[in-house]
Structure formats: C-alpha cells, structure tokens
C-alpha cells in the first residue's frame, strides 16, 4: 500500500505546495505551544483580590510561578492565530473551511462566552484567577486551536512536525520530572533560580516531598495527567518505528523512559489506571501487528510488567495499592457530625451525642458550661496543669477544651483529634462564631443545609475527591444553559462546610477546583457547554473506531493517528478525576486538533485504503 497522501480536499490555498519554510511558518504557534509552552516558568507577585471572601486569607499579597505566564502567553498565541486566520480569510476565500465536528464546539465556545458575559466575576473571567489562570480567552483558545489546525495542515509532513515538537516538549518535561524524582530538582539550582526570578539569590521551599516530581506543571497530579497522554502516544509509535528514521526512535524511546520515570516520580493514581485504559484500545487497534510480531511484543509486555512490580514492590506494594485506593472509600463516617454557632453557645455532635457549649467571664476568671441536648450538664475535669479540661463523658473521649486569645478577642478552643475548633462572643451581638483559619468570624448552620450528590460514607471515594464530586455535582442545576463564568468555581463551592472539609482532610485548603474537568466544565460554562464538548470528543472517537479498527497498519499516518488518539483517552478518563490546566491543557487540544486532521486526511485521501 502507498504510504502517500495528497493534497486533502478540505485545504485552502493554491495548487502549489507549500515549501517547508512556509509550513513552519504558519505551524509556528501550534508548534510553540506543544514544544514550550508547559515549559513556561516566572514569578509573579499580584492582588487575587479575595481578601473580602470569609474562606480567603486576609493577605492582599500573592505568588505565583507556573500558571500566570503561561495564561497569558497562551493567550497571546490565540492572538495571533486568529489574526492569521483572519488574514487568510481575506487573503483566499477558501481558506476558512467547515465540517459537522466543529458545530459542537461552536456551541461550546457560544456557552463560554454567555457564561463570561453574565457573570458576577467578569473581572476573575477576563484575568484569571488565583491557582486556576485559565480565563476565557483561554477556553476560546483551545477551540481556535483545534480549528486553526484544521485549516492548515495539509500534509502527513507537517503532522510529523506536531509529532517531534511535542516530543522534544515531552523530553525536555520528562527530564525534569525524573531528575526531580530522584531528589534533584532543577528549581533548586543556580540555572532554575534564574529562570523563576531572574536571580540565583533566593531560598525557595516547595510544598511537595523531596523526590516528588511536578516539572514546570504546577502540581504533580497535572504531571500525572502529562504524562499519562505522552507515554501512550509514543509508545503506540514505538511500535511502528520501523516507519520512522533512527533519530526519531531514539528520541520516541527517551520521551517514554523519561515520562515514565516522571510517572512514577509523581505518584498519579489516575496516570497509571488512565494509561491501562488507552492501552486497551491501543491492542485492539494494533491486533494483527501484535500477532505477527509477537516474538518482538511477548518479551516487550514481559519486561514492562516486571519492571513495574519490580518498582511496585520495592516501594512495600505502593503503587497497587495506590490504584487500588481510587476505587475504595471508607464506607464509614466520620465521628464529628456537625458544629453550629447560635446565640448562646456553640453545638457540636461527635459520635453521635450533640452537646452546647459556651463560655462565662466573672473578674479575671473564665468558666466553661457544658450540657446536652436534654439540658443535663456534661462536667469538665481540668487537667494536672490546669491548661486545659476534658469531657466527663465516654461518647466525648479526646475531645479537649482550653481558653485562648485570638488576636484581641477572647476566645475558646474545642480541640477534636488535634483540630482546633475556636469560637468566641466577643462581639457587638454577644453571639457566637466560629473563627476559621484566616482569623474570619463565621456563623455555622447545620451541616444538614449542604446539598451532597452522594452518601457521607463515599466522601473518601478516589483519595477524597467524592467529597468534592459530592459536594460539586449539585452545582450543576444552576448552571444548566449558562455557568458561572470561567475560573469562577470558587465562588459557587461551599467552603463554609466546615465540618466536611474538616472530616475529608480539606480544613486547611482553599478549594478552587472540582478535580473533575467535567464538573468544572458544568459549573463553570454550563451543563449545555459540557454536553457539547463531550459531543465533540464522541464524534472524533467514533470516527477514529471506524477508521482505524480495520486500517491498513503499513501508513505512517495512520500510525499518528492511532497514537494521538490513544493520548486524547488517556487524558479524558485522568479528566474524571482531574481538572483542566493552562498547564497541560492547550497541548491536550493540539493533539486531538491533529488527530481530527489525520482522520480528514485519511478520508479524503484516494491514494489511502483503509479497508483491508
């Protein structure tokens, strides 16, 4: 079969071909994006202006090192590529094409800009907002991605250009995420100094262990979902190298080595079960060349496997059980039920037994009363030192109460397993509140008034993100048609659920995201936008199953094609479980960009049998 492919119809321009000059030329942007994109790092100190918000710090001061840059260089880019599309609208009249795949999209891009528009945080839509930077123009930029890709390339040439781009990208990431996994990260260095502020004159602490790897994506859950779209493409073209000069395999084999080892520096549950699942489909479509090869495939799976319970078991099964433990919950509940504020006291229930609390003041002395729900007093024993006292009661074992000055206002803590819970009357209504992490005063309803999707018992499903699906999904019904705006999740979240961010692990984090792209989506673009999207993606998968189930497996193009899908569903099933990033996502939108060209090419192309 030949290998060719010709000049598909859906392309714009003249009868000539384009040189290679001219193709890097309008590939460019694309090109930057895959290749340096994720690479971007710089400090940045700014204003998130969410001082005002109870469940925010009173800090007018924050950093950032990883995000912002890459938001709006990002943004930049989509700047030019809509300018050169425009331009070559004007230019040839043919240029600007269409087919049935982008009318979801379109719909997709209408609801983000609805969603924009009647916002209540247009200002945090337009500009991004703190530990997310992903504002509209971003969201609008994936899709000009995927269509600027469309409506220029034009030959299995310039898709190999996309293909080493992201590998070189790839390489440069997995070398930094496996240096950092065995303990030497860049950022620590002189050169990595420099590149974040200019100067190598700083000490740096970063929140993650020593040997946990992140590269330059911000977090090691987006390093998970990274790798888990590279390692399947390559891999996929490892297979069929044979079509590719030698410096492409070396290369193709040092980006999956890397990226593993990044992998695994990471420790993204989601990654491993992610890349299983695009295998799955990887040997479906590859069956036939698995069977003819097999003497060269049988001892590949063979040392694969054991290379990872070889690793697996050196690190006391961790890994496994890892996986494992996205799968499971508890499938109990947590002993602290709820806390309330009301005018007299504080009311709490732990294992079951809801008891009132308060504090009294008489000349320089503080007395605490205790009493349950029936009105029977529960007596405080104080202890040896007289710091602190205990419940008399066996329902209330480890709870401990002590008073404490909280900034200039007398308060009391009710110690629950090493939490302090605080709470004070010293304020012009005489009544209580309770006083977060930020030193804010909040009234506490009934844990009851938060609406959850799931039982409490699922709330630690998938390393405590039920807590958060549980929590989020009941959003989704008041952004059916229109969402709350880009990078606005914050503000829908109930962050004043003290009791089920205490009880999940959450009581000292700021909740900005879902760690789910999908209710993210809902919530922040609307249900609608999100069923459009998910329309895409089907229309693409169902066109790649039809294309390549029976391809011809001798087409370098299809070979592309075949990889870069096999990433696009490694990166949706990570997107259960993680959220969209500038970080990660615009590459993700270039691959599957690509592969919508591939299946356009490989359709249109007579010289191209796909039937064997």
Request: hydrophobic share 45%.
């Amino acid at each position: 079969m030949s290998d060719s492919i010709v000049r598909p119809t859906h392309s714009s321009g003249n009868s000539q071909s384009r040189t290679k000059m001219e193709s890097m030329f309008l590939l460019f942007p694309v090109l930057f994006i895959v290749a340096i994109l994720p690479l971007i790092v710089r400090y940045h100190e700014y204003n998130p202006n969410l001082s005002s918000y109870s469940w925010f710090s009173q800090s007018d001061e924050a950093y950032d090192y990883f995000l912002y840059s890459k938001q709006w260089t990002f943004t930049a880019i989509s700047g030019i590529l809509l300018t050169i599309t425009i331009l070559r609208a004007f230019i040839s009249k043919r240029a600007l094409k269409f087919k049935p795949i982008f009318i979801p999209l379109l719909v997709y891009a209408a609801c983000t800009i609805l969603s924009t528009v009647f916002s209540e945080y247009k200002s945090f839509a337009v500009s991004g907002i703190y530990e997310q930077f992903e504002n509209v123009f971003c969201l609008l930029g994936y899709v000009l991605v995927v269509y600027y890709i469309y409506i220029t390339i034009e030959t299995k040439e310039e898709v190999k250009m996309i293909i080493n781009a992201l590998a070189i990208g790839a390489l440069l990431i997995g070398l930094i995420g496996a240096f950092q996994s065995f303990g030497y990260n860049i950022f620590n260095t002189a050169f990595g100094k420099n590149i974040l502020f200019g100067t190598s004159d700083v000490e740096i602490t970063f929140t993650f262990d020593n040997k946990q790897a992140f590269a330059t994506l911000y977090n090691p859950n987006y390093l998970g979902v990274y790798t888990c779209m590279i390692i399947p493409i390559f891999t996929a073209l490892l297979f069929f190298s044979y079509k590719h000069k030698w410096s492409e395999r070396i290369l193709y084999a040092c980006v999956v080595i890397t990226n593993i080892l990044s992998l695994f520096g990471s420790r993204s549950k989601t990654g491993f079960i992610s890349i299983i699942v695009a295998f799955l489909f990887l040997i479906i479509f590859i069956r036939k060349f698995l069977i003819k090869k097999w003497f060269i495939t049988v001892p590949v799976v063979a040392v694969l496997c054991a290379a990872f319970l070889f690793v697996n078991h050196a690190n006391n099964n961790a890994y496994i059980n890892s996986i494992l433990s996205v799968f499971k919950s508890s499938g109990t509940e947590a002993p602290l039920t709820d806390v309330t504020t009301m005018d007299g006291a504080a009311c709490i229930t732990y294992n079951g037994k809801t008891f009132y609390i308060n504090m009294t003041t008489e000349s320089d002395s503080i007395f605490f009363n205790c009493w349950e729900e029936s009105g029977d007093a529960i007596e405080l024993l104080v202890n040896e030192d007289s710091t602190y006292y205990t419940f008399d009661d066996e329902a209330l074992n480890g709870l401990y109460v002590y008073p404490v000055m909280y900034g200039d206002l007398l308060s009391f803590s009710v110690n629950i397993n090493g939490y302090d819970w605080c709470f004070t009357n010293q304020t012009d209504d005489n009544t209580y509140y309770y006083i977060n992490v930020y030193g804010k005063l909040c009234k506490l309803g009934s844990a009851s008034e938060f609406k959850k999707a799931f039982p409490k018992k699922y709330d630690s499903l998938a390393t405590g993100r039920g807590y958060l699906w549980s929590s989020s999904i009941p959003l989704l019904k008041d952004n059916i048609l229109i969402g709350s705006g880009p990078d606005s999740f914050v503000f829908d979240f109930a962050h004043d659920d003290y009791v089920g961010l205490y009880n999940n692990g959450f009581g000292l984090q700021l909740l900005t995201k879902p760690h789910s792209l999908y209710i993210q989506m809902g919530v922040q673009t609307g249900v609608v936008s999100l069923l459009a999207f998910l329309a895409f993606y089907l229309m693409y998968a169902v066109s790649c199953v039809r294309l390549y189930f029976k391809a011809d497996l001798n087409n370098s193009l299809v070979h592309a094609g075949i990889a870069l899908f096999m990433g696009t569903i490694s990166y949706m099933v990570s997107a259960i479980t993680n959220d969209s990033s500038i970080t990660i996502a615009p590459v993700f939108w270039v691959i599957i960009g690509t592969g919508v060209v591939i299946n356009t090419l490989l359709k249109n192309s007579a010289k191209t049998d796909l039937r064997k």
